[in-house]
């Protein structure tokens, strides 16, 4: 068969033709799912995501993704992972999203943009609410974090401090085993403050406290391990003794003292200078709080040093363990 001046035969290109024609009506199988089936694999990969960099790019694959992404059902689904921004990432887009996370009843939301409103925003009053609404959905971080504030009276003067409330809103999240919450009731029985001192019942408080750490530092250390190691050797005596607190020179690694993304947030918020602290005004010197003074002499200090500050006898515990035993210099000793 001759070919034509292009060199392609004119039965093979009406072959091929017709092949594209019936390419272009042959139905989408990705079009024919339902939108709820859609929405319901949206709902995973929001929950269970490892980043929100992860998430958003799967809503940027098509613009179905993109239009069913913002069901409120994916949106209400949101995990702790997609929605741990970074300071330096912060804009009016991630503001948006968290807003609309938070009107799809997100609870996770509600707190994270709670806690960026109230002390790196400086919008006080919008920022508890926010927490407030994840407290009432029993949410104990939010619980935990609206203690903190009637404990300092945070937002306002020392007058406005509750202790009472702290300490009523700090029982329920340890109830619901917040370990700060349970470590920080502990300090409050045994001090009698905001509550009837009982020293037994503070200790025993502390003891709950240190044991769930101890297990879930002791889970994270299995899942550091390779597999093959699993059932042939335990714990070696080095990590024994960073469990244990004993001859550990540094336990910054600690799983424990990472704390909730949105304490992240807050420490590289201030330290990056993206938010101003006042004249005088201090970040808790436990390095996974980043809670900042909302006004002067706010925090408590180290007694014997004076030279370190906490929002919470939590967190002064927790850096004492962490690092502060190594560096405490009585203030007579520091002055010689």
């Known amino acids: 068969m001759e070919e034509n001046s292009r060199g392609i035969s004119p039965r093979r290109s009406k072959r091929s033709t017709v092949h594209k024609i019936a390419a272009a009506n042959e139905p989408n199988l990705f079009d024919a799912l339902p939108d709820d089936l859609v929405v319901s694999v949206l709902c995973k990969l929001s929950s269970s995501a490892a980043s929100s960099s992860d998430f958003i790019n799967a809503l940027l ?5 993109k239009r069913l992404g913002f069901h409120q059902l994916v949106l209400s689904n949101v995990g702790s992972k997609v929605l741990a921004v970074k300071a330096k990432n ?8 968290l807003i609309h996370c938070v ?7 509600c707190y994270t ?3 960026i409103r ?4 400086q919008n006080r009053g919008s920022g508890m609410s926010l927490m407030a609404k994840a407290a009432v959905k029993s949410y104990a971080p939010a619980l935990y974090s609206l203690a903190v504030i009637q404990f300092n009276g945070s937002g306002g003067s020392r007058t406005d401090k509750d202790l009472q409330a702290g300490v009523a809103l700090c029982a329920r999240a340890a109830f619901l085993g917040h370990v700060d919450a349970l470590r920080e009731l502990g300090h409050c029985f045994q001090d009698g403050y905001g509550i009837r001192q009982n020293i037994t019942a503070g200790r025993r408080l502390l003891m709950q406290a240190n044991t769930r750490e101890l297990a879930s530092l002791l889970k994270s250390l299995v899942k550091q391990q390779p597999n093959h190691h699993h059932h042939h050797r335990g714990l070696n005596y080095e990590q024994f003794n960073c469990i244990s607190g004993s001859g550990c020179s540094s336990m910054s690694n600690e799983p424990a003292s990472e704390g909730h993304p949105v304490n992240v947030f807050l420490k590289e918020w201030f330290e990056l200078g993206l938010g101003e602290l006042g004249e005088g005004l201090r970040l808790c010197s436990h390095k996974g709080c980043g809670r900042p003074e909302t006004r002067a002499h706010e925090f ?7 030279t370190v500050h906490y929002c919470s006898r939590g ?6 363990k962490l690092r502060h035993k190594l560096e405490c210099v009585p203030f007579e000793r520091w002055l010689e």
């Open 315 to 320: 967190c002064q515990a927790l850096d004492w």
């Open 113 to 115: 943009l709670g806690m």
């Open 300 to 306: 408590r200090r180290c007694s014997a040093c004076g």
């Open 118 to 121: 109230f002390y790196s925003l």
């Open 90 to 97: 912060w804009s009016d887009s991630v503001h948006r999203f």
């Open 61 to 65: 694959t098509c613009k179905r993704f």
């Open 103 to 109: 009107n799809a009843g997100n609870v996770e939301a």
